[in-house]
C-alpha cells in the first residue's frame, strides 16, 4: 500500500479514537455544568476554530492527541468562572464519572462496531468436533500417519489421564500442562478404530509443545438480533486479553511485544491491505485498548485522575498543587519511558 495513504490511514484511525474518547468528557462534563473553553482535535497551532456556545472548537496542525479545556483542571487558565461551574466544584461522584467518560465512551465503540462486524458476518465460530482438519507437514502426528477427517475418541496422557473429547478444545485443554512423554490417541477412520503413540514437539516460537494437527472450522448461522449477545462476548473476550497482556507486562513477561506509533502505524498499514472489514475491527480493538489503558491507575491518565479525586475525598482536602505536580511528573516520566521502550522495539523489530 503507498505510504502517503497508509499514513492517512493511520491518521485518520487514531483521530476518530481520539475524537471519541475526548467527546465523552465533553458531553458529561457540559452535562454536569462544567464550563469548557476548548475542544481541540490534534495539537500545536490552531488551523480552524469554530466557536459554539461557550466551547471553542478547534483543528490543529499536528493531527496527533486532543484535549477538552475544563475550568480548574491543573495547568488551565481559564479565570473568572464560578467554582460551581469548575471540575473541582461538582461533587466527587460527577468528576469521577467526567474523567471515565472518555474511556467509556471507546469501549462503547468497539462494542458498536464488533456488534456490526458479527452482524454483517452473519456467523459465529462453533466448537469444532474433536476431528483432525488439517496435519501440519514433517510434524509428530504425520510421522505416525494420522490424516485428515481423523476423529479423536480418546487422548490419554503421560500420567495415564483418560480423555474422551467432546469437542476439539478438550484436547487442546488436555495438552495444556503436558511437560512430556507419549500421547495415545485413538481415533475411528471409517470403520476401523485405530492407535497412535505421538511425541509432541517443543515449539520454541510458540513456547508450548505441538502434535501437529488442527481442528476442522465449524461454523453457525445466527440472527441479526443474536449479534448484540455474541458483540458482547468478544467485547469482554478482548478485554480479558488485554488486561491479561497488561498484567504479564507489569510481570515483565512479553515486554518484546510492546509496540509503540511505528508498530501501530505498520500493523495499521497491514490491516488496510485486508480491506474495509478488517481495518473496521481494528479500530475497535484499538479503541478498546485505548480505553481499558485510559482507565489504569496510572497519574496522568484517567484512572490516576480518579484515584487522586478518591484520595481527596477520603482526606477531605485538596492535595497540594506541589504534590499533584509531582504525582503527575511521575506519571508523565512512566508514560514517556513506555513510549521510549515501545519505540526501541519497533525500530528494532524494522531492522
Same mark, same amino acid.
Given at each position: &500500500?503507498?505510504?502517503?495513504?497508509?499514513?492517512?490511514?493511520?491518521?485518520?484511525?487514531?483521530?476518530?479514537?481520539?475524537?471519541?474518547?475526548?467527546?465523552?468528557?465533553?458531553?458529561?462534563?457540559?452535562?454536569?455544568?462544567?464550563?469548557?473553553?476548548?475542544?481541540?482535535?490534534?495539537?500545536?497551532?490552531?488551523?480552524?476554530?469554530?466557536?459554539?456556545?461557550?466551547?471553542?472548537?478547534?483543528?490543529?496542525?499536528?493531527?496527533?492527541?486532543?484535549?477538552?479545556?475544563?475550568?480548574?483542571?491543573?495547568?488551565?487558565?481559564?479565570?473568572?468562572?464560578?467554582?460551581?461551574?469548575?471540575?473541582?466544584?461538582?461533587?466527587?461522584?460527577?468528576?469521577?464519572?467526567?474523567?471515565?467518560?472518555?474511556?467509556?465512551?471507546?469501549?462503547?465503540?468497539?462494542?458498536?462496531?464488533?456488534?456490526?462486524?458479527?452482524?454483517?458476518?452473519?456467523?459465529?465460530?462453533?466448537?469444532?468436533?474433536?476431528?483432525?482438519?488439517?496435519?501440519?507437514?514433517?510434524?509428530?502426528?504425520?510421522?505416525?500417519? &494420522? &490424516?485428515?477427517?481423523?476423529?479423536?475418541?480418546?487422548?490419554?496422557?503421560?500420567?495415564?489421564?483418560?480423555?474422551?473429547?467432546?469437542?476439539?478444545?478438550?484436547?487442546?485443554?488436555?495438552?495444556?500442562?503436558?511437560?512430556?512423554?507419549?500421547?495415545?490417541?485413538?481415533?475411528?477412520?471409517?470403520?476401523?478404530?485405530?492407535?497412535?503413540?505421538?511425541?509432541?514437539?517443543?515449539?520454541?516460537?510458540?513456547?508450548?509443545?505441538?502434535?501437529?494437527?488442527?481442528?476442522?472450522?465449524?461454523?453457525?448461522?445466527?440472527?441479526?438480533?443474536?449479534?448484540?449477545?455474541?458483540?458482547?462476548?468478544?467485547?469482554?473476550?478482548?478485554?480479558?486479553?488485554?488486561?491479561?497482556?497488561?498484567?504479564?507486562?507489569?510481570?515483565?513477561?512479553?515486554?518484546?511485544?510492546?509496540?509503540?506509533?511505528?508498530?501501530?502505524?505498520?500493523?495499521?498499514?497491514?490491516?488496510?491491505?485486508?480491506?474495509?472489514?478488517?481495518?473496521?475491527?481494528?479500530?475497535?480493538?484499538?479503541?478498546?485498548?485505548?480505553?481499558?489503558?485510559?482507565?489504569?491507575?496510572?497519574?496522568?491518565?484517567?484512572?490516576?485522575?480518579?484515584?487522586?479525586?478518591?484520595?481527596?475525598?477520603?482526606?477531605?482536602?485538596?492535595?497540594?498543587?506541589?504534590?499533584?505536580?509531582?504525582? &503527575?511528573?511521575?506519571?508523565?516520566?512512566?508514560?514517556?519511558?513506555?513510549?521510549?521502550?515501545?519505540?526501541?522495539?519497533?525500530?528494532?523489530?524494522?531492522?
Amino acid at each position: &500500500m503507498d505510504i502517503l495513504i497508509s499514513l492517512i490511514i493511520f491518521f485518520v484511525v487514531l483521530s476518530i479514537i481520539i475524537i471519541i474518547h475526548e467527546l465523552g468528557h465533553l458531553i458529561v462534563a457540559k452535562k454536569f455544568g462544567v464550563y469548557c473553553s476548548e475542544f481541540s482535535i490534534g495539537m500545536g497551532p490552531a488551523i480552524y476554530q469554530y466557536k459554539k456556545s461557550e466551547t471553542t472548537i478547534s483543528i490543529r496542525a499536528i493531527p496527533l492527541g486532543g484535549y477538552v479545556q475544563m475550568a480548574g483542571e491543573e495547568g488551565s487558565d481559564i479565570e473568572g468562572i464560578p467554582f460551581e461551574r469548575t471540575i473541582n466544584g461538582i461533587k466527587t461522584w460527577k468528576q469521577i464519572v467526567v474523567m471515565a467518560a472518555g474511556a467509556t465512551l471507546n469501549i462503547l465503540l468497539a462494542f458498536a462496531i464488533f456488534i456490526g462486524v458479527v452482524m454483517a458476518r452473519g456467523y459465529v465460530s462453533a466448537p469444532s468436533d474433536p476431528i483432525v482438519g488439517s496435519i501440519v507437514e514433517n510434524s509428530p502426528a504425520a510421522t505416525v500417519g &494420522m &490424516m485428515e477427517g481423523d476423529r479423536i475418541v480418546k487422548m490419554v496422557l503421560p500420567d495415564g489421564e483418560e480423555i474422551v473429547p467432546e469437542t476439539f478444545d478438550d484436547l487442546v485443554e488436555g495438552m495444556s500442562n503436558y511437560t512430556g512423554g507419549s500421547v495415545i490417541y485413538t481415533i475411528e477412520r471409517g470403520s476401523e478404530t485405530l492407535n497412535f503413540v505421538v511425541e509432541p514437539q517443543y515449539d520454541e516460537t510458540l513456547q508450548r509443545y505441538l502434535v501437529g494437527f488442527n481442528s476442522q472450522p465449524k461454523v453457525r448461522t445466527i440472527a441479526w438480533y443474536e449479534s448484540f449477545y455474541y458483540g458482547a462476548e468478544m467485547l469482554f473476550e478482548m478485554m480479558g486479553q488485554i488486561i491479561q497482556a497488561f498484567g504479564n507486562l507489569i510481570r515483565g513477561v512479553g515486554l518484546q511485544d510492546v509496540s509503540g506509533p511505528i508498530g501501530i502505524y505498520q500493523a495499521t498499514s497491514q490491516v488496510a491491505s485486508e480491506g474495509l472489514n478488517a481495518l473496521i475491527l481494528w479500530v475497535g480493538l484499538l479503541s478498546l485498548n485505548v480505553g481499558i489503558f485510559n482507565l489504569f491507575p496510572i497519574p496522568i491518565l484517567d484512572g490516576g485522575r480518579i484515584i487522586i479525586v478518591i484520595i481527596e475525598k477520603i482526606i477531605g482536602r485538596r492535595l497540594s498543587e506541589k504534590i499533584q505536580t509531582a504525582i &503527575m511528573l511521575v506519571g508523565l516520566v512512566l508514560i514517556v519511558l513506555l513510549m521510549v521502550f515501545a519505540t526501541a522495539n519497533d525500530i528494532g523489530r524494522l531492522f
